[in-house]
């Protein structure tokens, strides 16, 4: 849960980027029910506008929110995708090197081959969002 503490004209929006929604946190509430043993970051953000009535602009709906980053031969995929989410791997001529489907929960681990080395673009799809981003392994 969070307060609000009135500084001047100002305004706090919380924003759902999995729905979409903005919700001024001076004039209304927003609630919503986690699946069990749901964790990480990337869905909810704070937003501080300096006088009333200014909304901020909203994310891209096409946009999926997904944080990535690499450790070890391991591409790490956190984020809430559904189990028809899939994952591709391309390098920088647009070749594609690997793709698999990934498992309809909040953290995706995916063993990169050792050959893969260097800076390469990873794309990850669920429905109609799509996003990508840019790896080195």
Sequence with gaps: SAGVVPIGNGAFFLEDRITGK???LGKDTYSV??????????????HASPSTGIRPQLA????LIVRLWTADDKL???????????AEIF???GRKITGTRLSGSTLNVLTIPSTVRGV??????????????????
Excluded at 60 to 63: I, K, T, V
Excluded at 76 to 86: H, K, L
Aim: glycine residues 8%.
């Design 60 to 63: 891209d709906p096409n946009e």
């Design 22 to 24: 903005f919700t001024d």
């Design 91 to 93: 390098d920088i001529l």
């Design 33 to 46: 029910n986690f699946p069990e043993k749901t964790a990480g970051t990337g869905r909810f953000f704070i």
């Design 120 to 137: 390469y673009m990873v794309k990850v799809t669920d429905g109609a969002k799509t996003c990508i981003r840019k790896v080195v392994f």
């Design 76 to 86: 790490n995929i956190q984020g809430s995708v559904s189990e028809q989410a899939t």
